[in-house]
């Protein structure tokens, strides 16, 4: 047979879970009491089986006094007085000097000593136990005490007796044998689990302190700003304390905005282990700018719709985060700027509450800005009529690039002390002569194409040629660049049978100009507009018409000429 492995000393290791009273030479333990500044210990003072003996001793003459058995009050001093009284009375009475007999008091009965035996025997056998407690106590602990017969009966009667509790039978052993190994064995677990759990915190708080600089060393390499954490609640700052910065914040607000919005657009990394956050933005609101223009019609009502747009959610990094919050940032700001310049635009009205602001820019022609609460939804929401270009788009990045121009123009007035502080460029004015403008160019389109129509219909031949602006882009994008209001312009050309034109130039934002071989008019309503292109287009006719009554009757001597809108012809006597 193969001799048994040994146990390995791991299962040899042996855990006493009770409270240790004797050391490893095998003394006593003192239990301490208290622990002094000087480093003193106090510990419990020990006591031996005479001076516990000699407390008991003590307690029977504190308890029921020194004086016990000389008081009045004790029931069995006064019993002994009354049988010592009617004893003496007897006495006096058979002896008496006076020679009187004095009556001779009654026997007691039965009744009477029941009752005196009924008081006495419980005091006697108090007492009797009293004496004997204290006979068999001075005996054993007084020295010089040599009575054989005393030290035999206070030894029998103070003997110990060890006695043995019986051993369970052995299928209890085995019950308390498991008992006490499951016990163990799950405070063995309970320890290592305790370990384990202390030990992946470590590792987790390590790892977690390692992410924290790498994702500050992306931010930095992506170009954020970074700027020194003020201090904590509570730091020294008086003179001579360290006010070294221990931590950062990160800044992506734009550098020309006002203060208020640069306090908010701050952030920092997350320091708590259990954040589900990567980053965070104490002031973040959550909102997006929504831009709404709606046109009203006799026949039809159109909606444009644009939301600002955001980086995709589901791409969990900084740089996202850190564009969705600055994008909020820059909404709030240019919606502060538009409350503020609404209640002063000369040519429209505007009505304002905390988060919408309604402007009429136009005829039948409303502009909204709103801010709302952020969805799930990531992407820019474009809402049109018809499938029409989205002006709501254009206005949203034109005002952004407005915003810079005005950081850019307030910032350069702050570096010349000498020049004049202006006024800062208007960020709304603009949109609402585009928007002015935008409507003027369809409402003219509208009349001059249905001018246009009409002498189609009729088998004139007519064309329209019609440039909403006529700026070339280049020149478009540095009239957003520079100080002072710009202008933009446009022309139309109607060319009635190729023989006659009529020449229209219009300039923002509701300016009309009509250019005429015999004058230049400027057009201010839509009703002389249309009187205008009556008469033109009646001229041109007639004008035609004797173009082409002189080519038929140049044989015959015919005369054709206008007068007064009227076509006059002459010719072999004829009048026409």
């Not at 994702?215 to 954490?229: E, Y």
């Not at 997350?270 to 709606?294: C, E, M, Y």
Request: proline share 5%; with cysteine.
């Amino acid at each position: 047979m193969s001799k048994t492995e040994p146990e390995p000393s791991w299962k040899q290791l042996k855990l006493s879970f009770e409270r240790p009273y004797k050391d490893d030479a095998g003394n006593s333990i003192p239990i301490l009491y208290d622990l002094t500044p000087e480093g003193q210990r106090i510990y419990e003072p020990q006591e031996t089986s005479s001076t516990r003996l000699e407390a008991n001793l003590r307690r029977i003459f504190l308890e029921r006094g020194s004086d016990f058995f000389e008081r009045k009050d004790n029931p069995l001093s006064e019993s002994s007085d009354h049988m010592a009284g009617t004893f003496e009375r007897g006495v006096s009475a058979t002896h008496g000097d006076s020679g009187i007999a004095e009556p001779i008091p009654k026997a007691m009965t039965m009744e009477e000593l029941y009752t005196m035996k009924s008081e006495i025997l419980p005091q006697l056998f108090v007492a009797l136990g009293e004496m004997s407690h204290a006979r068999d106590l001075l005996s054993s602990v007084l020295p010089g005490s040599h009575n054989p017969q005393l030290q035999g009966e206070s030894s029998s009667l103070l003997s110990a007796t060890l006695v043995t509790k019986p051993p369970p039978i052995v299928s209890v052993q085995a019950f308390n044998a498991q008992l006490t190994i499951g016990s163990k064995d799950e405070a063995l677990r309970k320890a290592a689990g305790l370990f384990k759990s202390a030990a992946e915190s470590m590792e987790r708080s390590r790892l977690k302190g390692e992410k924290y600089w790498v994702d500050a060393l992306r931010i930095r390499r992506a170009n954020w700003g970074l700027t020194p954490a003020p201090l904590p609640l509570g730091s020294a700052t008086g003179k001579g304390a360290d006010k070294t910065s221990k931590d950062f914040i990160i800044s992506f607000g734009l550098e020309g905005s006002p203060s208020l919005f640069r306090r908010r657009a701050v952030a920092h990394l997350a320091t708590f282990g259990d954040s589900s956050r990567d980053i965070v933005f104490p002031f973040h609101q959550n909102t997006r700018l929504r831009i709404t223009i709606l046109t009203t019609s006799e026949s039809s009502t159109e909606l444009y719709v644009f939301d600002s747009p955001r980086s995709d959610d589901s791409v969990k990094s900084l740089e996202n985060a850190l564009k969705i919050a600055q994008t909020e940032v820059v909404d709030q700001e240019i919606f502060s700027l538009l409350v503020k310049e609404s209640g002063n635009l000369p040519t429209a009205s505007a009505r304002v509450s905390e988060r919408l602001i309604a402007i009429d820019a136009a005829q039948d022609l409303e502009l909204a800005f709103e801010l709302v609460e952020t969805t799930g939804n990531a992407s820019a929401t474009r809402l049109d009529s018809k499938g029409r270009e989205n002006m709501c788009e254009l206005i949203y990045r034109v005002l952004h690039v407005l915003l810079l121009r005005r950081h850019s123009l307030i910032n350069a007035e702050k570096g010349n002390d000498s020049a004049k502080a202006a006024e800062a460029p208007s960020i709304l004015q603009p949109i609402i002569d585009i928007l002015q403008y935008r409507v003027f160019c369809e409402r003219v389109g509208v009349e001059l194409r249905r001018a246009v129509h009409a002498l189609n219909a009729v088998g004139i031949p007519s064309t329209l040629s019609f440039t909403a602006v006529g700026e070339p882009g280049q020149l478009l994008v540095s009239l957003l660049s520079e100080r002072g209001k710009k202008v933009v312009g446009g022309e139309a050309v109607i060319r009635i049978d190729n023989w006659n034109t009529l020449w229209f130039t219009f300039i923002s934002p509701s300016t009309l100009t009509a250019h005429l071989s015999q004058a230049t008019l400027t057009i201010s309503s839509l009703p002389q507009l249309s009187q205008l292109l009556m008469d033109e287009i009646e001229r041109c006719l007639l004008q035609r018409i004797c173009g082409l009554g002189r080519e038929l009757c140049d044989t015959v001597g015919g005369i054709w000429f206008i007068d007064l809108n009227r076509c006059v012809a002459r010719w072999e006597g004829c009048v026409l």
